[in-house]
């Protein structure tokens, strides 16, 4: 099939300069999301398009798809501080197996070789997560985050306001108890609806109040990253409690409910991640495009659809026109995964560049009626929605990748 006129007008050879050409005035937050995880070429992609905002457009931060706790010692790492070097940081500073990728790596190495040439009171840069401490078999115990949120509020507070430590240390328990892998799946195996989880989700709240309600005095008082590592100790604390409360849900609803608990922690974790950089300027956030699409995320479980609101749909909600969604997809997965030449990325596949940026609005009307989603080879991808290029500000596509490694490769 060769390339329709239409088609070629929509589309331009990739570049960083061709993504910002197409977004809105005002982006504060440009999102840009992945068809599936692990695949080099768009790690590639997110770098070369980030050192350009850095450089042209004054961005100054990064958030991924990554335990937002975890991440912290991978800031650290890229703002200077000492430590036993980059692989062990991107090793422990990436959940979900992503410090293996050496997109990631390049990634961190260079932030922090560009943080180390950087002038007197020029602005450095950040990396943050933008997940929970959340994988596939469970979730972290949230007795962490509540201890050093109770730590950081008792040094500042008078005593009869702060829950006393010990009994806090006694309503967490041992970890194990939240962490069970097989409570991803056996909700009776789950602590989360238990006499202590409910007293706890009681002082977790009570907590995140403190914290916020005393926002004035610890801004002026407090060592700002103290600061702000207390207000991801807040939210973590608070959702994993919600997330683990869903966990021992034994209804019909349960892996719904996990996925909007999930969208909720990422929506407003980058929430608070865009008001701390407001100052500094706009963020790079870099996740699947299912987590930042505008729309309802739909993913297939055996007979059954689940379906939630996406991060990405949260956050465009509260930050109106100053949120960006770039979509990325794939033609061609090495060795035989390729498109049905009557899907969007079969159409696309006729373009000659191996890398294209297309405007999804002239893509929506060069194909209009004559295309429709793709069916993937196996679970590790989702195609693009032809009916939904009305909410995405630009489309980035591949041509041809490899296939993956490991947990993401489908086998």
């Not at 349960?254 to 608070?272: C, G, K, W, Y």
């Not at 379906?307 to 997965?333: C, I, K, N, P, Q």
């Amino acid at each position: 099939m060769t390339v329709s006129p239409s088609l070629r007008d929509a589309a331009r050879p990739f570049s960083p300069s061709a993504v910002t050409d197409l977004l809105p005035p005002g982006t504060r937050v440009l999102a840009l999301g992945e068809p599936t995880h692990g695949v080099e070429a768009f790690l590639d992609i997110r770098n070369e398009l980030f050192r350009y905002l850095v450089a042209e457009h004054g961005y100054r931060s990064i958030a991924v798809e990554s335990d937002c706790l975890a991440a912290l010692a991978v800031d650290a790492h890229v703002g200077g501080a000492a430590d036993g070097g980059i692989e062990a940081v991107v090793r422990e500073g990436f959940s979900h197996g992503f410090g293996e990728f050496a997109g990631n790596r390049e990634l961190v190495r260079w932030m922090r070789e560009f943080n180390e040439r950087l002038g007197e009171g020029q602005e450095r840069l950040r990396f943050y997560g933008a997940d929970g401490p959340l994988e596939m078999t469970g979730a972290a115990a949230p007795g962490p985050s509540l201890v050093r949120l109770r730590e950081f509020l008792a040094a500042r507070l008078p005593a009869e306001l702060v829950v006393p430590k010990g009994e806090l240390l006694r309503l967490c328990g041992p970890e194990e108890r939240w962490t069970e892998p097989a409570a991803a799946f056996e909700p009776e195996r789950s602590v989360g609806r238990s006499a202590e989880a409910d007293q706890l989700r009681l002082i977790a709240d009570e907590l995140a109040t403190l914290l916020a309600a005393h926002e004035p005095q610890f801004a002026a008082e407090a060592d700002p990253e103290a600061h702000w590592r207390a207000q991801v100790d807040a939210r973590t604390a608070v959702g994993l409690l919600r997330y683990h409360a869903a966990m021992a849900d034994t209804g019909p609803d349960r892996f719904n409910s996990l996925m909007r608990q999930r969208s909720l922690m990422m929506a407003d974790n980058l929430e608070a991640i865009t008001r701390r950089e407001a100052r500094r300027g706009p963020t790079l956030v870099f996740a699947h495009n299912l987590h930042l699409q505008r729309e309802a995320a739909r993913i297939p479980l055996g007979t059954e659809e689940l379906r939630s609101w996406s991060a990405g749909s949260l956050l465009a909600g509260r930050l109106g026109e100053s949120y960006a969604f770039v979509a990325s997809t794939f033609g061609h997965r090495a060795p035989d995964d390729h498109p049905a030449p009557e899907s969007l990325e079969g159409r696309l596949a006729t373009l000659p560049e191996a890398r294209s940026v297309v405007d999804p609005r002239l893509l929506a009307a060069a194909t209009a009626g004559r295309v429709r989603r793709r069916v993937p080879a196996d679970h590790t991808y989702f195609g693009l929605d032809p009916e939904g290029l009305g909410l995405v500000d630009g489309v980035v596509f591949v041509r041809e990748i490899a296939r993956q490694a490991g947990v993401f490769g489908g086998g």
